[in-house]
């Protein structure tokens, strides 16, 4: 079953505390991205990566990070950095930009701050 | 000035009637666009997407594009109370090509009531 998986859905963090949000996917996708959404807005983009070992800042990268090791994984990583984490993490992938960019969309990680 | 914009909403219509959603678009270049439905708590799910001038149908859904006037609309007919959902439009802008990223409206809240 082809698809984009996130874990773990739900998530709590300490104040201080680093933590990291994996997704992983199947779909032999070269590009991969992340964003926040916030309780009615849109999509805000974290991060994103065309290929493996190289990645983008978007429009809200300060307190997040990002490594693209494999094809297959994108892990985001929220930093203490980040003074208002709480908020719907989603991962999603494409084909590249070479073709429509159609992005699929993980299940998300619902990150709340204690 | 945002690159996608999207009707306020929230647009309230009733069972049986056609559901139309506006998206306007700053960069004349654009090539391709897409609508996502995203029910409350889940991840977007991709539609629909259109990159030739005029209408594509795919079942009750049609999208309209109108380069000249840089909007593209989705129209729902028998709307059903499961099409309760936001709509969020997203455009593949030059810039955006060139990075390998989408544009994303803030999303229309749409109620189908019985």
């Known amino acids: 079953d082809g698809g984009i998986t996130q874990s773990p859905k739900y998530l709590f963090r300490k104040e201080g505390q680093n933590v990291t949000l994996s997704c992983e996917q199947n779909?032999?996708?070269?590009?991969m991205y992340w964003y926040r959404q916030d309780p009615g807005q849109g999509l805000r983009l974290i991060y994103y990566s065309q290929i493996v070992n190289d990645f983008q800042k978007g429009d809200i990268a300060e307190g997040y990070s990002v490594s693209r090791e494999k094809k297959e994984s994108f892990p985001l990583t929220v930093t203490s950095a980040q003074k208002n984490p709480t908020a719907f993490y989603l991962c999603?992938?494409?084909?590249?930009?070479?073709?429509?960019?159609?992005?699929?969309f993980g299940p998300g990680t619902r990150l709340t701050v204690l | 000035q945002k690159e996608v914009e999207q009707n306020s909403g929230p647009l309230s219509v009733p069972e049986g009637a056609i559901a139309s959603l506006n998206c306007t678009y700053s960069d004349r270049g654009s090539q391709s666009f897409f609508w996502y439905r995203q029910y409350s708590g889940k991840s977007p799910e991709l539609i629909m997407f259109?990159?030739?001038?005029g209408d594509k149908e795919d079942g009750r859904f049609t999208a309209q594009l109108n380069k000249a006037s840089q909007y593209v609309s989705l129209l729902i007919r028998d709307s059903q109370p499961s099409d309760s959902a936001t709509y969020l439009c997203a455009v593949k802008t030059p810039r955006g090509s060139t990075l390998g990223r989408l544009y994303f409206g803030r999303g229309t809240q749409l109620t189908v009531w019985p």
């Open positions: 999603a992938s494409s084909m590249g930009p070479s073709g429509y960019n159609e992005q699929f």
């Open positions: 779909l032999n996708h070269d590009a």
């Open positions: 259109i990159y030739s001038n």
